[in-house]
């Protein structure tokens, strides 16, 4: 089958979440009303509505990339400051979500100790694509670093707005900058360590080490022009 009859059958399943949730109710219910055959269904989600989950998810990460990419184009080039992409990135990521309550239900079923790992790896697939469309180039130590702190950034960040009845989640924005504005700090505080010539000798020796470990070959191999640098 192809990506059309996965995407009638997550668009299906989203009637259901926010009654039954993630669950197999909610598969079942989804593979009726887009009138599939189980079996072909099964093959497209072996684990069902989970996977449906994960579909979700990613869905969003690719309207994410698309909207920055028409917010780039609107922009006629106007220069950003590193900090301000970042949280645009975020920002858009939320906005371009229909369905909040089934964030909120996938929320709760990655929370679960069998699917945290799934969890997990999809708020990381979330900052990597973020990096990834700003051009980052890191291939150390780096890699890890920027996409780890994002990911704490963009998961707290997600269960503020899951909360938020502010208008026009005026608070989730500001608790936003404030969260970047936290990871700039850090970035200053490194930029710092580095510039001390004390310091500097005193790091030297672990910052080589973590400075050995390298990004994947797969990420090296697709990197794009650009970088993170600390405000000035």
């Known amino acids: 089958m192809t990506d059309d009859a996965a995407g009638r059958l997550l668009d299906a399943a989203l009637n259901h979440v926010a009654f039954d949730g993630w669950s197999e109710t909610t598969f079942r219910a989804a593979v009726a009303d887009a009138g599939m055959d189980p079996v072909v269904a099964r093959g497209l989600f072996p684990r069902g509505a989970v996977d449906l989950a994960v579909a979700f998810h990613k869905r969003g990460d690719d309207a994410m990339v698309a909207a920055l990419a028409e917010l780039d184009k609107a922009s006629d080039g106007a220069p950003l400051r590193y900090r301000d992409k970042v949280t645009r990135a975020v920002r858009t990521r939320l906005e ?52 780890a702190t994002l990911s704490g950034v963009y998961s707290s960040t997600v269960l503020y707005w899951l909360g938020d009845d502010s208008l026009d989640h005026q608070a989730t924005w500001e608790f936003l900058d404030r969260r970047i504005e936290d990871v700039m700090r850090f970035e200053k505080t490194k930029a710092k360590v580095r510039e001390n010539p004390l310091l500097k000798r005193v790091f030297a020796g672990p910052e080589k080490v973590l400075g050995s470990i390298r990004a994947p070959r797969a990420v090296r191999e697709n990197d794009l022009p650009g970088g993170w640098t600390a405000p000035r």
């Open 96 to 147: 371009v979500v229909k369905d909040r309550e089934a964030v909120r239900r996938g929320t709760t079923l990655f929370a679960l100790p069998i699917y945290a790992p799934d969890g997990a790896k999809l708020i990381w697939g979330t900052s990597d694509r973020i990096w990834t469309v700003l051009g980052d180039t890191a291939r150390d130590f780096n890699w890890y670093s920027k996409r």
